[in-house]
């Protein structure tokens, strides 16, 4: 069986490109499931799939997080990989399905896991907003809070892979975009300007758009509900094998599974090439770098 991908919000699932791609398993909050409940699912999901990778914003609530970090714990289990991404709510999602795509190849849980960084160096994440008066998770100058009060503005706006505002108007261009081949996903919201699709798609010379619903937590993340996000990919599941398979393996010195990059994607810990002490080991009281801290349910 494939390794298992987790997400703690059911709008983070985008429909699969294809038929191999497999659904991903939810893991709902406290006020939803309990924690009884919650054990056994996964519990669950470890037997059936080995591995459990977890995705999930790292704008999500801290008593959510925590039931996470209280479930790995309880378990004691080193076969669940926690992963906070630092995306918008649409960039979490594109960044969930070619995580989706890749766990039915022949990839070893710690390789998917740790792809998650990679792979995330190559959404770009942004959206069309009509002010920045609240927006507190990408740069704001003074210059363009103030423009944010004059009627009729637009901002286009880069969370990722690097923060860039531009406000439009005039002959103002897009904000530079993927110097290769993408798809570009766009939901929006109460903002209906054809900008998005019309203008940034053509600009940035996506090969194909598509629309989904607007994840619930995204208006509360760019600071208002007139918006459109969009986030441009690389869709071709070769494409993303090729990338993640170019990249060395090595083994993490810690907890022993493949990873690729500078971190483990399941314990945490920094990739420490071999003949080099591992920080830390064998130091009576020093804590496993991907230990959790106690947390309550």
């Not at 039931?67 to 790995?72: A, D, E, Q, W």
């Not at 289990?77 to 969930?96: E, F, K, N, Q, T």
């Not at 940035?204 to 918006?227: H, I, N, Y």
């Amino acid at each position: 069986m494939p390794t298992a991908i987790a997400v703690t919000s059911a709008d983070l699932v985008l429909p699969p490109t294809d038929h191999q791609t497999p659904a991903a398993a939810l893991l709902p909050s406290p006020e939803a499931q309990s924690l009884d409940a919650a054990l056994a699912a996964t519990q669950l999901l470890i037997e059936r799939h080995g591995h459990v990778v977890a995705v999930y914003p790292s704008s999500l609530p801290t008593a959510h997080e925590r039931r996470l970090h209280t479930v790995r714990a309880a378990l004691e289990s080193d076969r669940i990989a926690l992963l906070g991404v630092d995306l918008p709510p649409l960039g979490v999602a594109v960044l969930v399905r070619q995580l989706r795509q890749l766990s039915v190849c022949d990839f070893s849980a710690g390789v998917v896991a740790s792809a998650a960084r990679l792979l995330s160096h190559y959404i770009h994440a942004g959206a069309l907003l009509n002010t920045v008066a609240r927006l507190d998770r990408v740069p704001v100058g003074l210059r363009s809070h103030a423009k944010s009060w004059v009627p009729g503005s637009q901002f286009a706006v880069l969370a990722n892979p690097e923060p860039r505002l531009v406000a439009l108007g005039g002959d103002q261009p897009p904000p530079a975009g993927p110097e290769f081949g993408t798809r570009l996903l766009v939901a929006r919201g109460q903002s209906q300007s054809d900008w998005v699709t019309g203008t940034l798609g053509p600009a940035w010379r996506v090969q194909s758009t598509e629309e989904t619903a607007l994840p619930a937590d995204s208006p509360k993340w760019w600071g208002t509900p007139k918006m459109v996000e969009f986030a441009a990919f690389l869709p071709d599941i070769s494409i993303l094998y090729q990338l993640v398979a170019s990249v060395r393996r090595e083994v993490c010195s810690w907890c022993g599974v493949d990873l690729i990059g500078d971190r483990c994607g399941f314990c945490s810990a920094p990739f420490v090439p071999p003949g080099r002490p591992v920080p830390g080991q064998g130091i009576p009281g020093t804590a496993h770098p991907g230990t959790p801290a106690p947390h309550g349910p």
